[in-house]
């Protein structure tokens, strides 16, 4: 069976999702403005005004060039080896019982001993 991550679909989706990410925590509207602010302030409103205008060519070109980067690192052969040990890890914290919820580990949980781990051993609910 062929890894989920040679899917393009998937490979679309994961690209999308960290390009949107990224283009929104690194905002470039604010970014150009505050340039653009200090140009100005520093005696420089034709260059401001200028930076102004191409705001949205900006805007695009980072979000291209952000898409075309973070596309070739998912389709790249590192990727699946990256994918496959991430799901591995996973699988087996998962088998281990290891949970993890916003940073804390939980203890595993049985029917058929609140508070023990799967060899009965006592262990607290959350381990920071």
Known sequence: ME???KDPAIQDALTGKITNQIVTKNNV???????AGALA???LPPISTLLRGVFGSLA??????????????ITGPRMENAWAQVNRVASQQLADGEHY???????PFT?????????GRAHPRFVR
Do not use: C, E, Y
């Open 3 to 5: 890894s989920l991550i």
């Open 111 to 119: 029917s058929r001993s609140p508070g023990r781990d799967l060899q």
């Open 29 to 35: 509207a604010d970014l150009t403005d505050q340039a």
């Open 101 to 107: 919820w916003g940073g804390m580990r939980a203890a």
């Open 41 to 43: 302030q520093n005696g």
């Open 60 to 73: 695009s070109g980072v979000q291209g060039f952000a898409h075309s980067r973070i596309h070739k690192i």
